[in-house]
């Protein structure tokens, strides 16, 4: 099957400036066609904001885009070279399943990265297909999309298709491939593969096309790679505070996870937390709780330690200068970090202002929550409508102690009941992916065919703040079972 260009008119308007950094760090490369791919899942508000055209993406030829069998007009596809600490060990990585089809310049002048995740073997494979099953692409689109809703930076699903292929994992599976588009690919793990296997020039080049892609507010200052430094490590300060405050375990925080962007990315073994538990682990393959939820802002800090000794030669040509600048810059993450999660769990509370006891009021009713292994999501939920006969835990007396404080605490500051309590629902979704909710979904649609669970459950999730009657089905707990639930990588 030949990769014909695509007809005009369908809204593709593509760049391709990662192509100008040096070869080192990305191969050319085109997907592999498959057989018979079918659309069964389109992003329709994405692709408005991108600029494509609706009726044409979901065309023939706008499917053999998405399947990897055209070559849109303007694309020059690519493979992205990087590394990683996997599970805190380094190795030499790279997309081996995913082509980086161009840059769309959207109608707002915003540039995002088309990139197909499937597409196929690529130079970076190892031994590896590069191919995607069905279930893990729908399962990326789903979570990646409820980040979204959730007001939670990411990387967003364009589209999936099936390939009308098998794929041999434990057992054969339906193919598929995800149209995923992000701010862009850059990596932890890409600076890390320039520092060790790049010149210090093309690790300085790397890092000037960074500056200009993502802080271009930076690019003439002569402070410009430790600045570059303190903002990758206020976003992740910020977006790990997010993740903390709805629940969400990421599961695989390698440092090829961690984008530069501060976009959360790669959605393998991921899930949202039930019951409060900050040991919670859902990956198959983190046996120690090395990525646990209440570890994942230390993680953040040491995968960002990593990304500060890659710019060492760039801080400061005297070594011992540079490794104090880096040190400075990384000992900010904690306090970063700390004042993006108490902020966010004041306003979970309905708290505005600040007071020193505020931490200590969060603190205890974490605790309570943790002692009687009450639900988080449902917990705040209650908390913001009053509903005390809805967790076991606001029979007791301890919360009914902590409950009279947090009152008072209310009573000190200016705004009204009502501005509390809006500002509670504003902070407390009222649904969340729900593990079994979202394996219902991908049952139905890998084993059945049928999408009608997994759009209905799209739908509730993307108005995660409207508290309305009809999400009410979708905050219910899954029924107890003697098996913990487990994620598993999607490869």
């Not at 966010?344 to 292994?373: C, T, V, W, Y």
Request: charged share 20%; aromatic share 8%; with cysteine.
């Amino acid at each position: 099957m030949t990769k014909e260009k695509t007809t005009i008119g369908t809204g593709w308007n593509l760049d391709n400036s990662y192509a100008g950094l040096p070869k080192i760090f990305f191969s050319s490369f085109n997907p592999t066609p498959v057989s018979s791919p079918k659309l069964v899942i389109f992003n329709h508000s994405l692709a408005t904001s991108l600029g494509l055209n609706i009726q044409a993406m979901q065309s023939d030829d706008g499917v053999a885009v998405f399947a990897g069998n055209q070559i849109p007009e303007g694309a020059s596809p690519l493979a992205q070279a990087y590394a990683g600490h996997q599970f805190g060990h380094f190795t030499m990585l790279g997309d081996g399943r995913a082509l980086l089809i161009g840059e769309q310049i959207t109608p707002s002048g915003e540039r995002l990265d088309i990139q197909l995740k499937g597409s196929g073997r690529t130079p970076y494979s190892r031994r590896g297909d590069g191919r995607a099953t069905l279930g893990p692409m729908l399962r990326e689109y789903i979570i990646s999309e409820a980040m979204q809703a959730l007001g939670i930076a990411t990387t967003r699903s364009l589209a999936v298709v099936t390939t009308g292929e098998s794929v041999i994992r434990e057992t054969e599976l339906p193919g598929a491939i995800l149209t995923r588009v992000a701010a862009s690919h850059l990596r932890i793990g890409t600076f890390q593969y320039a520092a060790e296997w790049g010149t210090v020039e093309e690790l300085r080049m790397l890092a000037d096309y960074t500056i200009k892609r993502h802080f271009s507010d930076i690019t003439t200052d002569e402070r410009r790679y430790l600045l570059l430094l303190q903002e990758v490590i206020k976003r992740q300060a910020a977006l790990i505070a997010k993740w903390q405050l709805v629940g969400f375990i990421h599961g695989v925080m390698n440092t090829d996870n961690m984008t530069i962007s501060g976009e959360t990315i790669d959605y393998g073994p991921c899930a949202f937390m039930d019951t409060y538990d900050p040991e919670t682990v859902f990956s198959s393959i983190d046996v120690q709780g090395r990525y646990a939820y209440g570890n994942q802002s230390n993680i953040a800090a040491w995968n960002l330690a990593r990304f500060a000794e890659t710019l060492l030669p760039l801080l400061d040509a005297n070594q011992e200068k540079a490794v104090k600048l880096a040190q400075d810059a990384i000992s900010d993450f904690p306090e970063l970090y700390h004042s993006n999660w108490l902020a966010g769990m004041r306003a979970k509370l309905g708290i505005f202002n600040e007071e020193p006891q505020d931490e200590a009021l969060i603190e205890d009713l974490l605790s309570m929550m943790e002692k009687h292994g009450v639900d988080y999501t449902n917990t705040f939920r209650a908390l913001t409508f009053d509903k005390k006969e809805d967790i076991a835990l606001f029979g007791t007396t301890e919360f009914a102690q902590w409950h009279e404080l947090w009152q008072a605490r209310l009573g000190r500051q200016r705004e009204s009941k009502d501005a509390c309590q809006m500002l509670m629902r504003n902070s407390n979704p009222a649904i969340i992916p729900r593990n079994h909710r979202v394996e219902e979904a991908l049952e139905a649609a890998v084993k059945q065919g049928d999408y009608s669970v997994m759009h209905r459950l799209l739908d509730v999730l993307s108005r995660p703040y409207d508290h309305a009657p009809e999400q009410d089905e979708y905050a219910v707990l899954p029924a107890p079972s003697s098996c913990p639930y487990r994620t598993f990588c999607g490869t």
